[in-house]
């Protein structure tokens, strides 16, 4: 009983201590200043090299076989 008592009490403080890392989550907005990180061009990335073309290409032909006249042929 003694027991269960004591591992109660330890759960309850390890529980109440818990909330004591928590740091305020206020938004620090400046004005007109964009905050993130800067987004890429979708064709940067290692199969196009930046190549714009190449990549409307590839997406255009994936599109075409997406296309179910197409793709059985009537």
Excluded: H
């Amino acid at each position: 009983m003694i027991r269960s008592a004591w591992v109660i009490g330890v759960a309850a403080a390890a529980f109440a201590l818990a909330a004591c890392g928590e740091r305020p989550q206020v938004i620090q907005y400046k004005q007109g200043a964009y905050q993130g990180k800067p987004d890429q061009k979708p064709y940067a990335n290692a199969p196009f090299d930046g190549n714009q073309q190449k990549w409307d290409n590839d997406l255009r032909q994936r599109n075409q076989a997406q296309n179910e006249y197409k793709r059985i042929g009537s």
